[in-house]
């Protein structure tokens, strides 16, 4: 039963370095997003994915990349940290992108 | 665009009930949806309603939805200790997304 999982849990960054945060779920679900967490603002859409192969933007996609080969995995990329980026990461998935998603625990990311 | 819009705080008093309440724009929403988020977790999902629904139940936990309004609600009856979390509201728009307000912390006085 290990629904979504969100690899580091925790990672702090230089300005400038790149990482990706891993996300893989074994539910078979076509639908998984990357939302970032910040006071006062809720969850916003970073990236989703419709399908393996099918990728879009949501609304704060900037210094962001994802891609989808397969099914299970959703990985975000961060191409050059910035401070701008402390936030939590969430990942989710879901059978479709209407139905309820399911969430991972999250990933803590700072950048000093 | 799209817009999801909570009160950022809630505060009442254990056995007394919490009403949520949310606010939404996208008029073609099909489903609204009610997460709750404890601290350091992640969200888990509470209850959703269908857009041809007025009403749900389920168990301590009443949604209510006005579409002329656009307007959704949640009510914790009962509230505990254990009901102390951040709640989001969420709505189902059109191309794929769901976006989320920014959450009520409900806190419990004894």
């Known amino acids: 039963n290990a629904g979504v999982t969100q690899t580091p849990k925790f990672q702090v960054l230089k300005t400038g370095q790149s990482m990706t945060l891993q996300c893989a779920q074994d539910?078979?679900?076509?639908?998984m997003s990357w939302y970032r967490q910040d006071p006062g603002m809720g969850l916003r859409l970073i990236h989703y994915s419709v399908g393996a192969g099918i990728t879009d933007q949501g609304e704060v996609p900037n210094g962001y990349n994802v891609s989808r080969s397969t099914t299970e995995d959703f990985p975000l990329r961060l191409l050059s940290a910035a401070p701008s980026q402390t936030s939590v990461y969430f990942c989710a998935s879901s059978p479709h992108s209407d139905k309820p998603q399911h969430f991972g625990d999250g990933t803590r990311l700072s950048i000093l | 665009g799209e817009d999801v819009e909570q009160s950022l705080f809630l505060s009442v008093r254990e056995g007394d009930s919490s009403v949520i309440n949310c606010t939404y724009t996208d008029s073609s929403s099909t489903y609204l949806y009610w997460y709750k988020q404890e601290p350091g977790a992640g969200l888990q999902l509470l209850t959703y309603i269908f857009s041809n629904m007025d009403m749900k139940q389920d168990q301590r936990l009443t949604v209510l939805l006005n579409k002329k309004d656009k307007h959704l609600s949640l009510r914790i009856a009962d509230t505990q200790t254990g009901d102390s979390a951040i709640y989001f509201c969420?709505?189902?728009?059109?191309?794929?997304?769901?976006?989320f307000g920014s959450g009520t912390r409900l806190s419990i006085r004894p």
């Open positions: 969420a709505e189902y728009s059109s191309a794929s997304k769901i976006i």
């Open positions: 539910m078979n679900h076509e639908y």
